[in-house]
């Protein structure tokens, strides 16, 4: 496994153990900015996730991003867009309940790899059963990122963790003091946006790669 991150697999993918998310509406900065500091500092996981903009701009927006990954090693998932993950050649796509069906999706995607957002058991235990390659659980704590409802919290991980075998990926309002408590509630992975964007983002993603690496 490259990189110097731990991380699990999904398919033939090593999901390593820091996911940064985009958000354009964190620092001021450009989605290219963001990814090309967060490489530089050593991220291997980046998903690309952007909600108001046109699907052609998602489009062209992402295309950018894959052509600054495309020689780091770093995995590049897009956020909603199968259709989209695959005409930029992303490694995969990250999708919501509402989002195209997995089933479909996987017809799209192929063996490429599918995440699912899941907020209860039932839910994690469907993308399992449905063939997802991981699941993001959250939000784990509040969160001002993404309006995704009530925080779940870590002994609903937990619970998650004991009845599903794919990696779970920790999301919502995790940050560098609830880091360790998260890691210790057995989760695979954790998925971070403001915490990593706010401030500097080089000086974030070698703290948090710290305490993942340490656990």
Sequence with gaps: MGGP???????RRVLQGLCLITDR??????????????????????QYREKEKTRKEIYLEALKVR?????????????????IALAVE????HLGQDDLPLQEARRIMG?????????????????E?????YIGFGPLFP???????????????REIKREVNIPVVAIGGISLENLPEVLAS???AVAVASAILEGDISENVRSFVRVITTR
């Design 25 to 46: 509406k964190s620092g001021g900065r450009t989605v290219e900015a963001m990814v090309r500091t967060a490489l530089d500092s050593g991220a291997r996981w980046i």
């Design 5 to 11: 991150f731990q991380g699990v697999r999904a398919g």
């Design 90 to 93: 992303a490694d995969g796509v």
């Design 186 to 188: 057995g989760a695979d």
């Design 129 to 133: 059963e449905g063939g997802a390659d």
């Design 111 to 127: 063996d490429r790899i599918i995440g699912i957002s899941t907020h209860s058991l039932p839910e994690a235990i469907a993308a």
């Design 143 to 157: 969160t001002v990122t993404k309006d995704a409802g009530a925080p779940k919290g870590v002994a609903m991980l």
């Design 67 to 83: 052509d600054l990954m495309r020689h780091s090693g770093a995995l590049f998932i897009v956020n909603d867009h199968a259709d």
